[in-house]
């Protein structure tokens, strides 16, 4: 037998099962081997934190500064925030849970899915989730508001981890309040703010969240309050009605630069058909504003596309997690001043899905992030292309628009460098000004995130959920936000993802750890 070859074949053994490893921390901060560990949790005997949403002010702390904040489901507060404002390093400085929100006669308490924005315009931040009342059992969607001056006072908001929290988020409101506790349930609420200072509706907010109506048909409901917080509009629906596809859900709303509202979500045939799963409608919905609280008006949904691969709720190959078709969308104002460019993104199957026996959920061998865009508001939409090509499984895209540049950022996660094709790194695809097609694409981490590896508190937990949200280890989606001043390289995206390069520890025997983690990329 040939010696030279058995040392050979061992040598790449052992070199595949080194970089199978779980990565452990590199050097602290945003362009870290694995981005930067953003909490302040001690190590010992720590939880989990699935990182959903980042927002931040260019120069918000101080002159080569930004105020970054990012939004996380924690299992210490349920939902926290995560501030910094004294480094660029992508350092927190101070973190909390999001505060308890009193309403009609009420406490709505966090009950998770958190997603945030920042408001350039006003210096502010508004941070959104699912709301559970105390005494009610009432479901509701709860946004709290504060400003760069508040997040960066140290009397209101000191440096650590925060024992009380309402200083810092001093407004609060509820909405889309759902009687009937257990039996009426809300899911998915995401947030924008309309950043003009002049025009109908500017600065006003606008939330979306799918409602049981009731299980299980589900809708998409639309919420416009006024910047400050003191007023909101009465919950409209604006999906629809398909009685094919009962089951809206994914909202995912933006403001145009002239102030239209616009909402993408998915409608589809509820239960999971024999074999796979049913044909998903992806939709869109064009809304013009009223000015808060008057509701805006609302088109009827536009098809975008059948997708006739989708994922809900699906496995992703060999890492175990859930996917879903999660439509998310962002709008580029292009150079002649008036047209409006609208990028969709979402997660398909590149081959059918396929039912996997005894795991009761489908199962889908490859799975990419792929993109349509359309610069009539929605008449037209140019032919689905993926953002990456590359092998290994792509997930949970999210698009982000730098203003200043019009370039467009696609943050996702991406397994294409592992061996095993298991452990995913975070990517960051871009779109040039004036372009729609994705002209380079860089891994923000060079360290691999080990999925199948949870918390010690969470072992006897399985790594995914059936509802597909997967909170209780790697989350269901990532953020991303870009902004810069219109010059090259003082631009910034920043990505907040969920990561396991930490350890913690537990009795004395060291873990991996699900943290929420940030990076930075500077273009």
Known sequence: MDTRKILLGSSLLLVLLISYLPATAGTVGCNAVNGSLFN?????????????????????????????VEAAN?????????????????????EGAIPVIGADGDSFIPNGQPSLVADPAQSAFFYVDVRFGVNTEDSAVGINRTTAATLLNSADCPSGTESNTNPCWPAGTVNDIAAGGSNIGLFHPTIAVDQRTTGVGAGDVYTVVTQDTPIPNSSVFLTAC????NS??????????DESNPFMDFGWVQVRPDGGITVTFRATNFPVGIGGVNPEKIELVNCTPNGAPTA???????????????????????VPLLGDTIPKHANRLESDGKTVTTFVVWDRCVAPVVQQQGLGVPFCPKLEVVMTTSNDGGATWSPITPVST???????????????????????????????I????????????????????QALTSGFADVQVTSVPDWNQPNFTVNGDNQATFGDRLGVAAAGTGTTSQSHAYVGFTWNSVFGTYNGISSPDMNNHLGLFEY
């Open 40 to 68: 302040l949790e001690p190590r010992p005997n720590a939880v989990v934190q699935a990182g959903h949403s980042v927002g931040f002010l260019l120069n918000g702390a101080a002159s080569g500064i930004d105020l970054v």
């Open 74 to 94: 924690d299992d210490r507060f349920v939902d926290g925030f995560y501030v910094q404002r004294s480094t660029a390093d992508c350092a927190p400085d101070f």
């Open 390 to 420: 590359s092998k290994g499984q792509q997930f949970f895209g999210q698009p982000a628009v730098d203003a200043s540049t019009g370039v467009v950022s696609i943050a996702y996660y991406s397994t294409e460098n592992d061996p095993f």
């Open 296 to 318: 805006p008006t609302c088109s009827a949904p536009i098809l975008i596309t059948t997708e006739e691969q989708p994922i809900f709720a699906t496995l992703i190959g060999d």
């Open 422 to 441: 298991q452990r995913p790194q975070v990517f960051l695809a871009q779109i040039p000004a004036g372009s729609t097609t994705v002209s380079s694409t």
């Open 232 to 241: 909101c509009s009465t919950s409209i629906e604006i999906s629809g009605i």
């Open 226 to 229: 006024t910047n400050a917080l």
